[in-house]
């Protein structure tokens, strides 16, 4: 159901919200003072749990492709690259319209906005109510996609790490748990709490 249904649904509505901060931008990038902006955003950029994600999921995707009678032969590699072009492909669609959506209002919002209330801010000034829940709706589905997938990976791990003594089943619910408490902390905990973390392996996990 995520990947037939959800994905899709997800991709489209960013995708939506990324056209029309093309056709009608907000305004023009303005000096906004940020010293070394592309150094912060690739730092900032860390928060997105990408890389982490792909390598977590990594395993679900070759698992998938298996299942789906592309073996170890002569088609296993053309489907893997083709799957990873096309993800790449996205992300750097819907990033890379962020991106521009962020650059051309940057002269409408204040300097102290938050992480959060900055993108909602942006895409309601942008498309109205409507866009503003286009946006809510986005990033529900992308918390349901990555939390499901999530969840998922970590109870294997778990029942792995354990040697079968936690089940999948128990490693889910510590898990939903854990991150239920998290939660609560709201956008700026979570970012503040794993930003060090981040630094210190993302890099690692792009090596890899």
Do not use: H
């Not at 298996?66 to 296993?76: E, F, K």
């Not at 002269?107 to 109205?128: K, P």
Request: net charge neutral.
């Amino acid at each position: 159901m995520i990947g037939r249904f959800l994905t899709p649904l997800l991709l489209l509505l960013p995708a939506a919200i990324v056209l029309w901060s093309v056709v009608r931008p907000l305004g023009v990038p303005v000096q906004t003072g940020v010293k070394a902006p592309f150094a912060l955003g690739f730092v900032t950029g860390y928060q997105t749990g990408d890389v982490f994600a792909g390598l977590m999921f990594g395993i679900m995707f070759i698992e998938a492709i298996t299942a789906r009678g592309y073996g170890r032969g002569n088609c296993y590699l053309p489907v893997l690259l083709g799957a990873a072009a096309v993800a790449f492909q996205d992300l750097f669609t819907i990033y890379g319209g962020l991106e521009n959506l962020g650059a051309t209002g940057s002269g409408v919002l204040s300097e102290d906005s938050s992480q959060a209330g900055l993108i909602i801010d942006l895409v309601a000034r942008l498309a109205g109510s409507a866009g503003a829940t286009a946006l809510a709706f986005a990033v529900l589905l992308a918390c349901l996609t990555t939390s499901v997938g999530a969840t998922a990976v970590l109870a294997r791990y778990v029942a792995k790490w354990s040697g079968g003594r936690v089940s999948e089943a128990t490693g889910a619910v510590i898990t939903v748990l854990v991150a239920t408490v998290q939660a609560f902390g709201g956008v700026d905990y979570i970012t503040g709490f794993a930003g060090p973390i981040s630094v210190l392996f993302y890099p690692v996990g792009s090596a890899s």
